[in-house]
């Protein structure tokens, strides 16, 4: 079975200091899909990034960087100089990819709140 | 290009009633998927169609169905509404490839159950 941990429940930052959200994973699949999903205030799910498990080069994006590690099954999820907008419910998710087992298995979140 | 599309996004009912929630993907997305979120047991699958077939489906009773149209559209029904049926009910549209792109949500319909 598929499993998401993010251990962190809840996190407050200062505006413009760095901060990781951590994420661990389980699956037996040697082919998957990881994920991490930003929810603000208004509800929807928004996409920020996407790995499969044989890629495991670290992707940075504008302030966001990600850590994709299968040694430890973690793929950490970093924001550089952190801003008010920043301030949302973030998801790890696990897939195991196209088709009929492509649904997304979630962890609990992790509720950044960066404070001006 | 429009994304996915939820109707309503707020809903009030009483417990014992039912409801229909509509979905409609990005188009050429054939694959749809319905997801609830509640704050204690978090975001978990309902179910997936593909070509108007269910194709997955998560833990959940009876009470809960859905379906997909030969346009992708999809509706979920709950029925014999419950207090804990309360949640925010996300639908997600994927375009089936090789590279597996993931899912593009919905912002929801928050169900309300008094």
């Known amino acids: 079975a598929q499993k998401v941990t993010q251990a962190q429940t809840e996190i407050s930052v200062v505006e413009k200091e760095d901060v990781t959200l951590d994420c661990v994973y389980e699956t037996r699949d040697t082919t998957y899909y990881l994920f991490w999903y930003k929810q603000p205030p208004s509800g929807e799910l928004v996409f920020l990034i996407r790995r499969n498990s044989f890629d495991e080069q670290n992707e940075i994006s504008g302030r966001y960087s990600w850590n994709f590690q299968k040694s430890t099954s973690s793929f950490n999820f970093t924001i550089t100089a952190s801003q008010v907008v920043d301030s949302a419910v973030y998801f790890c998710a696990l897939s195991e990819g196209p088709g009929a087992n492509s649904k997304l298995t979630f962890g609990k979140g992790i509720t950044l709140s960066v404070r001006p | 290009k429009a994304g996915v599309t939820q109707t309503p996004r707020y809903l009030i009912k009483t417990r014992g009633q039912q409801v229909t929630l509509s979905c409609s993907p990005i188009?050429?997305?054939?694959?749809v998927s319905w997801y609830q979120q509640t704050p204690g047991q978090g975001l978990q699958f309902l179910f997936e169609y593909f070509s108007e077939t269910q194709r997955n489906k998560g833990n959940f009773p009876g009470r809960f169905s859905g379906r997909q149209f030969s346009n992708s559209r999809s509706e979920m029904n709950v029925s014999t509404l419950e207090l804990g049926d309360s949640a925010l009910y996300l639908c997600?549209?994927?375009?089936?490839?090789?590279?597996?792109?993931?899912?593009?949500f919905g912002s929801g319909t928050r169900l309300t159950v008094v």
């Open positions: 997600a549209s994927s375009l089936e490839s090789v590279n597996f792109y993931g899912y593009t």
């Open positions: 188009s050429g997305h054939r694959s």
